[in-house]
């Protein structure tokens, strides 16, 4: 198909609309996507009895998972940014149906590690790709596309204690192989999503041929943007330091302070990270409305005083208020990654891969320090020092306003 006949094909949906239908698929594949992750760490009980794993080798899975999925992101943002490859989202699907095959069947830990490298290869190119066909998606609505491409993987997350219960107890390892029909119906999806991708490319260029006439190429990233770049990675270091304080050792907190069964500790985890992804869905409205550094603000200010008690009430008040801070904490997850695209424009998927792949790799190395830490001080008090993490949200005012960032992209 020529250019311009895809220009043709693109009338329809013009360029500053919103393409809902498109934000709503690629965020239901983002959901079956981080439900396919979420298999890896919910099949850790059934690996160690099946396997007779130790927590060591458990430790190793859940690190290889984490460091070619985080990892491996911003360099395929950086690389697609150059040369966008809307086939490659099937692709990198592929190689999680693969991977998750490889899982249900793995007869040694050394198999389930070379199948849990494929579901993080497929992940790390989902991701930025993912993020990007968001941002095309978007017209004006930056803040609302990048929420619902968001929301459904937080929602994704969230179904591990269902999936642990419903599937892979009664059925053990193989029940993962259920999980191959989810990522062919992911791959189908995202052939649709691709063959889209490529008519808006093709609209693109020629929209920007008219536009490279009266404009030069852009400069380079001035040292304040690289300041405000960096600012704004702290901030989703602190957050996802926070994040897996609580997702990885509240439960133990909640069981031996309250006497809690794993299972109601579970309705704990399984509370904040439902809470969470209902507040990813409203942050990028209310960031178009009221400003994308006031949402991230906000966020993480207002959840301090919550945090910061929690250790100290009463079971059922602490659970009202672990949903509640889940719910405002991370009504700003969005929000960070398009302020970092806006930042750095005509880099969205290096951004992307930033913001969400490396930073929630950061998190994951996070959660390996806060357990040492809690072996060196104590569960309870660990719990009670990621409490003030949020209260590091007020560095949040030392970021550049929207109005001064529009200025910049001017």
Do not use: C
């Not at 960096?230 to 926070?242: E, H, K, M, N």
């Amino acid at each position: 198909m020529s250019q311009s006949a895809a220009a043709v094909k693109m009338k329809p949906q013009k360029q500053n609309e919103t393409a809902y239908k498109i934000l709503f698929i690629i965020g239901l594949v983002h959901l079956l996507n981080d439900s396919i992750q979420s298999v890896i760490p919910a099949m850790f009980p059934i690996l160690e009895k099946s396997m007779g794993l130790t927590f060591t080798q458990l430790g190793i899975i859940g690190f290889s998972l984490n460091i070619v999925s985080s990892v491996l992101q911003p360099l395929i943002g950086m690389t697609t940014d150059k040369k966008p490859m809307p086939y490659a989202l099937p692709l990198g699907l592929t190689s999680t149906m693969f991977g998750v095959l490889g899982l249900a069947f793995a007869p040694s830990f050394e198999f389930v590690i070379l199948s849990v490298l494929f579901i993080g290869l497929g992940s790390a190119v989902f991701h930025p790709e993912g993020s990007r066909v968001a941002y095309m998606a978007a017209g004006p609505r930056r803040g609302l596309a990048q929420s619902i491409y968001q929301v459904g993987g937080n929602s994704g997350q969230a179904l591990a204690p269902l999936i642990t219960a419903l599937i892979l107890v009664p059925l053990g390892q193989i029940g993962a192989a259920w999980f191959t029909l989810v990522a062919a119906f992911a791959v189908a999806l995202l052939v649709y999503i691709a063959s889209w991708y490529t008519r808006k490319l093709d609209f693109e260029k020629i929209a920007s041929k008219v536009k490279q006439s009266s404009k030069k190429v852009n400069k380079g990233i001035s040292k304040n943007i690289k300041i405000a770049l960096v600012l704004i990675l702290f901030l989703i270091f602190a957050r996802s330091w926070y994040i897996s304080g609580m997702t990885n050792f509240y439960a133990f907190y909640a069981i031996d302070k309250y006497g809690l069964s794993i299972k109601e500790s579970q309705l704990f985890l399984f509370a904040f990270l439902v809470a969470g992804a209902v507040g990813t869905f409203f942050g990028g409205p209310l960031a178009d409305r009221f400003g994308k550094k006031n949402i991230i603000f906000i966020s993480m200010v207002a959840t301090a005083p919550l945090s910061a008690i929690i250790p100290f009430v009463p079971y059922a008040v602490a659970f009202i208020l672990l949903t509640v801070s889940g719910f405002i904490l991370m009504s700003s997850f969005s929000v960070t990654v398009v302020y970092a695209q806006e930042l750095v424009p005509g880099k969205i998927g290096t951004m992307a891969g930033l913001t969400v792949g490396l930073a929630f790799g950061m998190g994951a190395i996070g959660s390996v320090g806060l357990g040492s830490l809690a072996d060196l001080i104590g569960l309870p008090r660990m719990i009670m020092g990621v409490g003030f993490l949020p209260l590091l949200g007020i560095m949040t005012l030392f970021l550049p306003s929207d109005a001064k960032l529009a200025k910049w992209n001017d």
